[in-house]
């Protein structure tokens, strides 16, 4: 009976172990198709961004990266984790690490000089990036995947915001982003040129404070009608007369400025409205931040031949556009234009029939193949949102480059992009602080003292 027993017994524990087994290799074969991880952090910094995910998505074809770093160094831990995530959502994107000590010919062969580098590559084109952050990864993601690189051009002559500029009104931080994410940057002055070069995928025309000449505007409309994409941001301030630009395309400039006294209990002035609703388009298919509009205009859409008209962004219902400020406190009048009111239009023209997007254009990340438009025009009634001072509030920068991107025709780039890391601070008032302070340092020790006292007492009066 007891060998009868024991081999039960030991059949059993056996048929046991094998169930485990079975179970855990197929709970493994499951965490290597599904990856799956949950980010419980506040800005969800062990996650990634929209942006970077659709990048991922967006390859067409697969892309390595070598990865030379030292074996037991932080920034491999952290790459690891990075390229795994990247990993987990394209199974098109591989990596490996290698110890350019141990293999020094073939960092040699890379043009390897510092730990921390990492080599993409996508066929014959390779792209080096120096950091091992989600942003580096992004960017060289683009710029290897792309055949070719867009052309934006920022006017200038005429008070426009500087495009390398360094100072709070500068450009500079947009400018870096839009290089970053693999467009070419650069500036254009019409007064020299006369024409705006026929390489051009997008004209950003930002808050002129002096008007231009009739004959730089008459090659503005001679590059929008041949199928070119102009961003106009139209502060209220200056004395440029900025009609002449977007006559024609249904679009009007009044001399309002929009208040919104919700700005207000965010800690900032009743001029800079809050913008959060974004009418369904792509520029903000899922776009949710709010953006601020430091001293904005409204942008109001009338009737033209041909022309669409798109609601890019809009205030909230308690802004409205003052037509005149001169009272104090400032107040809506009958006169004043009433709230939601319109911060950002596209206007549209329909290209001509049968005309096509010429050949190469949609190589790359954001490949679309659509049919060739007449032109667009996208008018903003504030200049400053994406300069050096507001570009990292909340959405703005985001907002930026989401119009910059769709209006070069990069629309795999439109989205959420990804954050640097903040330290989290936990703001307290002076009765929340108190409450801390004797609640855990006084009245906590004190109750468990108590509670051990009493217990004592009691036991030994048992």
Same mark, same amino acid.
């Given at each position: ?122 066929? $014959?084109?390779?792209?080096?990036? +120096? &950091?091992?952050?989600? %942003? /580096?990864?992004?960017?060289?993601? =683009?710029?290897?995947? @792309? !055949? ?38 650069? $500036?254009?002055?019409?007064?020299? +040129? &006369?024409?705006?070069? %026929? /390489?051009?995928?997008?004209?950003? =025309?930002?808050?002129? @404070? !002096? ?252």
């Amino acid at each position: 009976m007891s060998l009868k027993r024991t081999l039960a017994y030991g059949t059993t524990s056996a048929l046991l172990v094998a169930v485990l087994a079975a179970i855990l290799i197929f709970a493994n074969l499951l965490s290597v198709r599904h990856y799956q991880r949950f980010d419980t952090t506040a800005n969800r910094r062990f996650t990634l961004s929209p942006q970077t995910v659709k990048v991922l998505h967006g390859l067409t074809a697969p892309v390595e990266a070598l990865c030379f770093f030292e074996p037991d160094g932080k920034a491999r831990q952290e790459a690891t984790q990075l390229f795994e995530q990247a990993r987990a959502v394209n199974r098109d994107f591989t990596f490996r690490f290698v110890d350019p000590d141990k293999h020094p010919r073939e960092a040699q062969a890379h043009g390897i000089t510092q730990y921390g580098t990492t080599v993409l590559k996508q066929g $014959e084109r390779t792209i080096t990036i +120096s &950091g091992h952050q989600e %942003a /580096d990864l992004t960017s060289g993601l =683009i710029r290897v995947s @792309r !055949k070719q690189r867009r052309q934006i051009r920022f006017t200038t002559g005429h008070g426009e915001r500087p495009l390398h500029g360094s100072d709070r009104d500068g450009l500079d931080a947009a400018a870096g982003a839009l290089e970053q994410q693999g467009f070419e940057v650069s $500036e254009l002055l019409l007064l020299q +040129s &006369g024409e705006v070069p %026929a /390489d051009t995928d997008v004209v950003v =025309i930002a808050g002129p @404070r !002096k008007p231009f000449l009739r004959e730089e505007v008459a090659a503005i409309h001679r590059y929008l009608d041949s199928g070119g994409n102009v961003i106009l941001l139209a502060d209220p301030d200056g004395d440029a007369d900025l009609a002449p630009l977007v006559d024609g395309w249904g679009v009007v400039l009044p001399k309002e400025l929009i208040i919104d006294p919700s700005s207000r209990m965010f800690g900032g002035d009743y001029t800079v409205p809050l913008v959060s609703q974004y009418p369904p388009h792509a520029i903000t298919e899922g776009f949710n931040l709010a953006c601020f509009f430091p001293v904005t205009r409204p942008v109001v859409e009338v009737e033209a031949a041909g022309v669409t008209h798109a609601v890019i962004a809009k205030t909230g219902d308690q802004a409205w556009g003052e037509t005149e400020i001169v009272h104090d406190p400032i107040r809506l009048d009958p006169a004043d234009r009433k709230g939601p009111v319109e911060v950002i239009l596209l206007s549209e023209r329909a290209a001509a029939a049968g005309a096509t997007e010429k050949e190469g254009e949609g190589d790359g990340v954001g490949e679309t193949g659509a049919t060739a438009h007449g032109g667009r025009l996208l008018v903003a009634g504030d200049a400053d949102f994406p300069t050096n001072q507001w570009y990292q509030y909340s959405g703005n920068g985001d907002l930026f480059l989401n119009c910059v991107s769709w209006m070069g025709k990069e629309e795999g780039l439109v989205a959420i992009r990804s954050k640097e890391n903040q330290a989290q601070t936990l703001a307290l008032t002076p009765r929340q602080g108190e409450v801390l302070l004797f609640g855990f340092v006084v009245f906590l020790p004190l109750a468990t003292f108590a509670t051990a006292f009493g217990v004592w007492r009691w036991r030994r009066s048992l």
